[in-house]
């Protein structure tokens, strides 16, 4: 039910959401849908929980961070298009609840990353390295780059770790 | 009418869109737009089309590039929230014709990245700088980060040249 959840919320707004139309893609009634989740706002909100997504996208020691969280990202990509992240893209569309899931994004997602982060700005070098995964997982997902598809996982980590590491360690320049 | 027809493509599945609301959205009749543009999938083609914002955004010389494209991306998002690059984003949620959009991105943004720079891999340096561009569009326009909305653009590309201008320049690592 999430997952049809997820798919609908990617491709309709809110208002042209309908819990019928999500129960009839998970292949199940409407009455269950609302038994789990209460109502299409409360399901809107689970879609837009990142919790669980960024403990697996930060699970890894400080040193081996960039790649992991390459790693984490095109492997979600490949598999289910379940990326942890890029959901948010959609938040646009969602008007009525778009502020919420962008409120969550900013403290589960970039408050959670920049916590385990050392030296100064660790805050803003969070944003920006969460920046270059959400372009990254656009290149993927949404252009379909034809040349950074068809690298191996472990390619594109190694083209993506000097841009992403030095934001993790501070050792990237910070604002004046 | 451009500009509604974007509002409505941005927030709006292809199926879930009509003439009636961009119109209605616009301020003119249904009848003035179908005259202009002829058919829903016209319009939609007029918003997935690049080449405009695509020549704005790499108006400038080789090794002022990088600053320019994010003062670029900044002022116009800044501006009347009309980013160049970054309503990719929602070609995901137009399925039947999201395939054309996404098309076009790569021909009209990336393959006239590509065509600029010098030095070996153009094409996958090409990806990876619209790929950060897109991250940064993110987090302005989608993520709304706390810290690098709050930088003067100046700020802003002091942080992301040292990110960008290696891709351009031919100086970043390359696929193996």
């Known amino acids: 039910m999430l997952a049809a959840a997820r798919r609908a919320f990617a491709r309709h707004a809110y208002a042209d959401t309908t819990i019928a139309a999500i129960a009839d893609d998970a292949g199940v009634s409407p009455a269950l849908v609302m038994k789990y989740y209460g109502s299409k706002e409360r ?4 879609v837009f929980t990142f919790d669980a997504d960024a403990t697996a996208l930060f699970d890894a020691p400080l ?37 919420q899931a962008r409120a969550n994004f900013r403290t589960q997602v970039i408050d ?14 969070a944003e920006m390295a969460i920046g270059v ?6 290149l993927y997902a949404t252009v379909q780059a034809d040349r950074l598809t068809q690298l191996d996982p472990d390619e594109v980590a190694d083209l993506y770790v000097p841009l992403l590491q030095p934001l993790l360690c501070g050792e990237a320049p910070t604002a004046r």
């Open 63 to 99: 040193d081996g961070l960039a790649r992991h969280m390459v790693l984490h990202l095109l492997a979600t990509q490949r598999g289910q298009t379940r990326d942890p992240i890029l959901r948010i893209a959609f938040s646009r569309h969602h008007l009525e609840l778009g502020g």
């Open 43 to 46: 399901l809107f909100t689970q």
């Open 112 to 125: 959670a990353l920049a916590a385990r982060l050392p030296g100064p700005g660790a805050p803003l070098r």
């Open 133 to 138: 995964l959400l372009g990254l997982g656009a």
